[in-house]
């Protein structure tokens, strides 16, 4: 299954709050209407909380601003997402949808990739969703590699090796689902950030997880050993400078997995 990830910053004349309600009440409509045009499985929208974001990074250092929110599409396929999208509806639709993206998006400053699921926690069936009246979090991870590993090499070491160090540690820090969904398909993530007008570098992909507001910050000997060996692994492959993290709530505005 194709995911596409679209990190979004507002347009500097509008709040967070103006820019993440058009979206949600105005934008989210427009999307829904075509979304069948354009072969869409799944479309959730990812709104950035109000939380104390320059809190999260800790021993990390200084990291990049948080965005305002992420577009989160699933296709069927690579195949099924080129099929619906290269046909004159969905060019039609996706001339639309940039108009209205103008009215909220700083696209020069947002940046798009294709890329795939690596589910490293993960509950059956799939449904734990950080939901507005839930006390659930969903923690956003965008992350870019070290300049001495190519991109290739960051993505084997954190599949083959980091991924296991957080799974083991999973109960310990709270994590109810954790995925690392990595970039690919550079061609197409190329084409997409042309044609909106996005100038930002992708990253090399990004960790999602998911946890109850209750245990976050929760200073159990557990939560800070845990803690302390995810940053002493990701300091041997992310480049936290060129990174950024923030908590969010999740909109899920079509389903049909």
């Given at each position: ?104 998006i700083d696209l020069k400053h947002s940046v798009a990739w294709f890329n795939y699921e690596y589910p490293q ?30 991109m290739e090499e960051a993505q084997w070491y954190w599949r083959t090796h980091h991924g296991p160090v957080i799974r083991r ?89």
């Amino acid at each position: 299954m194709l995911r596409l990830t679209f990190m979004l910053r507002r347009k500097p004349s509008m709040s967070r709050e103006d820019m993440q309600r058009y979206w949600l009440e105005e934008h989210a409509a427009l999307v829904a209407g075509h979304s069948r045009t354009l072969g869409m499985l799944r479309y959730v929208q990812v709104h950035t909380t109000d939380d104390e974001h320059e809190k999260l990074p800790g021993r990390r250092g200084k990291m990049e601003e948080p965005y305002d929110g992420v577009v989160e599409v699933w296709w069927e396929s690579k195949a099924a997402m080129i099929e619906a999208v290269s046909s004159d509806d969905g060019r039609l639709v996706d001339r639309l949808l940039r108009e209205d993206e103008e009215k909220f998006i700083d696209l020069k400053h947002s940046v798009a990739w294709f890329n795939y699921e690596y589910p490293q926690v993960n509950p059956t069936p799939e449904n734990v969703v950080a939901t507005e009246r839930s006390s659930l979090l969903k923690l956003y991870f965008p992350l870019r590699q070290l300049d001495a590993l190519t991109m290739e090499e960051a993505q084997w070491y954190w599949r083959t090796h980091h991924g296991p160090v957080i799974r083991r540690q999973a109960h310990g820090s709270g994590i109810l689902r954790y995925q690392q969904v990595h970039r690919d398909e550079d061609q197409l993530t190329e084409a997409l950030n042309v044609s909106r007008g996005c100038e930002v570098e992708p990253y090399l992909g990004h960790a999602e997880v998911w946890m109850d507001r209750s245990s976050m910050g929760n200073p159990t000997p557990e939560n800070k050993l845990a803690s302390r060996r995810a940053y002493e692994d990701e300091a041997k492959f992310i480049d936290f400078a060129r990174s950024t993290m923030f908590l969010a709530k999740e909109h899920v505005i079509i389903d049909r997995r």
